[in-house]
C-alpha cells in the first residue's frame, strides 16, 4: 500500500512517515501543495494523507483539484490533518471532499486506526478480491486464505503478493515489486524482496512464485 503525505512542518512530517513504515505502508513525503500533482499523476497512491495550510497550493485546493480530476484520483480516500479544529472548519473539510479529518494534535495510533479504516472503504470500493489457484486476497480486508484457511502475512508480504497477484500472467522486477514496497528515499536492503518471496513461498508452497533467471518473479501457473 502506498500513502502519499503532503505536510510542510519538517518534524511532524517525518515523524508520520517514520510511524507509517513501521506499519509497513510505502510514504512519499511532499512539503509543498503544487507538487502533489505531479506525484498524483505518476503514481498509484491508495491514499492520502493532506495538510490544509501548505505553502505553493492549500491543502483546499489540492483537495478540490484531486475531487475534480475524475477517474481514480476522484475516489482516492483523502485524511486532512489540521490544526484548524472550528466547527466550520470540521464541516468544511467533508464538504470539500475529505473522508476523514484530523485534528493536530492527534496520537499516531489513532492516526494508523483513521488510515486503516480508509484504506478498507477505499479497498472495498474499487479493489476487486483476487485468486490464484488456492489462494485468495481480499483487498478490502487485507486477508489471505490458502485452501480456505487464513495465512497470516505480514504487511510487506501481503503487498508482494498483492502486486503479483494484480500481474498473474507477468514478470515483475525487483524494481517494479520495490516501488510496491518503499517509499521516495527510503533505504531498501539490498535482499528485501528476496527474503519477502522466501517468506511466502514457505507459507503458500514452494511453488506458487517463480523465479525468472535476470527478470524477476511471476506467478506459476495455476
Excluded at 492520502?48 to 483537495?63: F, H, I, S, W
Excluded at 472550528?86 to 485534528?103: F, I, K, N, S, W
Aim: glycine fraction near 8%.
Amino acid at each position: 500500500m502506498r500513502i502519499l503525505l503532503i505536510e510542510d512542518d519538517p518534524s511532524l512530517g517525518s515523524s508520520l512517515q517514520s510511524w507509517l513504515q513501521m506499519d509497513g505502508y510505502a510514504v512519499d513525503w511532499l512539503q509543498r501543495g503544487d507538487q502533489a500533482a505531479t506525484a498524483l499523476a505518476t503514481h498509484a497512491y491508495q491514499c492520502v494523507l493532506l495538510d490544509r495550510g501548505l505553502p505553493g497550493l492549500d491543502g483546499d485546493a489540492v483537495l478540490q483539484a484531486l475531487r475534480g480530476a475524475g477517474g481514480a484520483q476522484a475516489r482516492l480516500p483523502v485524511i486532512v490533518i489540521t490544526a484548524r479544529d472550528t466547527l466550520a472548519d470540521r464541516v468544511q473539510g467533508p464538504d470539500l471532499g475529505a473522508d476523514d479529518y484530523l485534528v493536530k494534535p492527534f496520537d499516531l495510533e489513532e492516526l494508523s486506526a483513521r488510515v486503516r479504516a480508509a484504506l478498507r472503504r477505499g479497498a472495498a470500493q474499487h479493489a476487486p478480491a483476487l485468486r490464484h489457484g488456492a489462494v485468495a486476497l481480499d483487498p478490502a480486508a487485507k486477508r489471505v486464505t490458502l485452501d480456505g484457511e487464513p495465512v497470516t502475512l505480514t504487511a510487506r508480504e501481503f503487498a508482494v503478493l498483492q502486486a503479483l497477484m494484480r500481474h498473474p500472467t507477468h514478470i515483475l522486477s525487483r524494481a517494479q515489486l520495490e516501488e510496491a514496497l518503499y517509499g521516495w528515499g527510503e533505504e531498501v536492503e539490498s535482499n528485501a524482496i528476496e527474503v519477502h518471496v522466501y517468506n511466502l513461498r514457505r507459507k503458500l508452497g514452494s511453488r506458487f512464485i517463480v523465479t525468472v533467471r535476470n527478470q524477476g518473479y511471476g506467478l506459476a501457473p495455476a
